[in-house]
């Protein structure tokens, strides 16, 4: 790995201070989460409300924003050591999402599923969601606020159903 940095190439992992950044803000968006589902309930849990009360940007517009690097980043095929810390931050988000879903089938609001899948889903759904429209981004500009909204009632909707 020393040996790729001193060629030139990046590390493929993230540095300490990128690492802390991302937990404080997972850490955010997890207490965000738990006091909007408190206060409201699941159905008020939307990805905009969350980001809002965490005081971050959701990554679905982020990435719409990031057009060109957001898809370079999500779909695009890399060295392996990058897709292997790709596939680990993906990992991390499904954890989250998962530990989300446990607490809402703990209280009754969510059906009882598997939260690990569901969670590694809802990561799918809204990569490819994002991906979509920015392969589209020439043809048609992505209406940021639309597929936004969007994808945050799919995941929803997809957590929520009964079977």
Do not use: K, W
Not at 118 to 129: H, N, T
């Amino acid at each position: 790995m020393a040996e790729q940095v001193a060629a030139g190439h990046p590390s493929p992992h993230p540095s300490p201070r990128v690492v802390a950044r991302q937990a404080n803000a997972r850490r955010r968006i997890l207490a965000a989460a738990r006091v909007v589902v408190s206060e409201q309930g699941f159905a008020a849990a939307q990805v905009a409300v969350v980001a809002s009360v965490a005081d971050v940007a959701t990554f679905v517009d982020r990435a719409l924003r990031g057009e060109g690097l957001a898809y370079a980043v999500i779909a695009e095929p890399m060295d392996p050591d990058v897709d292997q810390v790709r596939l680990e931050a993906r990992a991390g988000l499904a954890h989250a999402f998962a530990n989300l879903i446990e607490e809402g089938i703990a209280s009754g609001e969510l059906a009882d599923q598997d939260a690990g899948i569901s969670g590694a889903a809802i990561v799918g759904a809204f990569l490819e969601g994002v991906v979509a429209p920015l392969a589209e981004r020439e043809v048609r500009p992505p209406d940021r606020a639309a597929i936004s909204a969007e994808i945050a009632r799919f995941c929803q909707a997809a957590v929520a159903c009964h079977s």
